[in-house]
């Protein structure tokens, strides 16, 4: 890329990390505080929602919404939790014996080795409509009119269900011990991993009252770091240890198709890193100028080199 715009994006993630842990924290305790959910259960959504993780999905929502001209409210934080809910309920379930079967994730137990299955699984699924509800409410609190604060709790459902992570999740457990072509490939990590992250871009853009062009342009931008992002984690998964990713067990045991095996090393860093051409293209066709969008789009991959 010619004219490229560096960022420190170290720095830019780690001055918005305290807002977004902030607000998730808020979000945990109003759940601790609720009389409908049990103690073992919230205990689990702590564990589950606490340790460790990028927050990329929350950091992907607030950045998208201030590109888009969003005045920096608080209550874009909340918003862009509504996200980390969804992706930390998926992980829970994720890790279940009827799933992935992971003791490991993110270094620590699996919120199921602490917390037991019973107890997991409700409180993931508890996660969900927790998230539409404050998504819908972070949404008329950044000042959005109903059908648009209506349509950013939609879009974060949608990603999450049938047609996207849930969907995707259906496809890759089906796909367990067959080796998928390219086409196959990409439709489950679009849907799987793909919908939430495009989600996080286009509510963002929606919140803040974006043209439907924009929200386009940051919609295809989410596609592209969402297949990255993909093929960076199959390349990580290939070549670093359990100890080192934090997570057990690995594609291979999985028996998952993955990128680093239909292409090898070399050419999936390469699909990787054109994707990421892609979607800062898709940024500058349309003149959104975002060096914190562009420099989060190589974030992405350099997870994986
Ligand atoms: C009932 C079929 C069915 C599904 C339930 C379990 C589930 C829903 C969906 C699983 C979705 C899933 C595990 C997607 C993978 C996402 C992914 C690549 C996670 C890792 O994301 P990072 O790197 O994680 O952002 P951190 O730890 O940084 O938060």
């Not at 977004?20 to 759940?31: D, G, M, S, V």
């Not at 874009?76 to 998926?90: N, P, R, T």
């Not at 209506?150 to 457990?173: E, F, K, S």
């Not at 990421?276 to 991959?301: M, N, T, W």
């Amino acid at each position: 890329m010619s004219d490229e715009v560096t960022l420190d994006v170290r720095a830019y993630l780690a001055g918005e990390l305290p807002a977004i842990e902030a607000a998730l924290e808020r979000a945990i305790r109003t759940i601790e505080a609720r009389s409908d959910v049990p103690a073992d259960q919230a205990a689990a959504i702590r564990h589950g929602a606490t340790t460790g993780g990028k927050r990329l999905r929350p950091i992907l929502c607030v950045t998208s919404y201030t590109a888009c001209g969003g005045d920096g409210v608080d209550a874009v934080y909340d918003l862009a939790c509504s996200l980390e809910m969804i992706h930390a309920y998926s992980l829970m379930h994720d890790d279940l014996p009827c799933m992935d079967d992971a003791e490991l994730r993110r270094g620590r137990p699996s919120t199921h080795i602490e917390h037991g299955e019973p107890a997991t699984t409700r409180a993931a699924a508890i996660l969900i409509p927790l998230a539409a509800t404050q998504a819908l409410g972070a949404a008329r609190a950044l000042g959005c009119e109903e059908p648009r604060a209506r349509r950013v709790a939609m879009l974060i459902m949608q990603a999450a269900g049938a047609g996207g992570m849930v969907g995707g999740q259906w496809v890759d457990l089906l796909g367990e011990g067959k080796a998928l072509g390219t086409e196959e490939l990409d439709g489950l990590h679009r849907m799987k991993t793909g919908a939430l992250l495009a989600a996080s871009l286009e509510v963002g853009a929606v919140a803040a009252g974006a043209s439907d062009d924009v929200r386009a342009g940051l919609l295809i931008y989410g596609r592209a770091i969402g297949l990255a992002f993909q093929i960076a984690d199959d390349i990580l998964d290939a070549t670093a240890s359990a100890d080192v990713l934090g997570k057990n067990p690995s594609d291979a045991e999985l028996e998952k198709s993955t990128y680093v095996a239909l292409y090898g090393l070399e050419e999936a860093r390469d699909r990787a890193d054109a994707e990421v051409a892609r979607a800062i293209e898709s940024l500058r066709d349309r003149g959104v100028e975002s060096r914190e969008l562009e420099a989060l789009a190589r974030f992405v991959v350099e997870r994986g080199k």
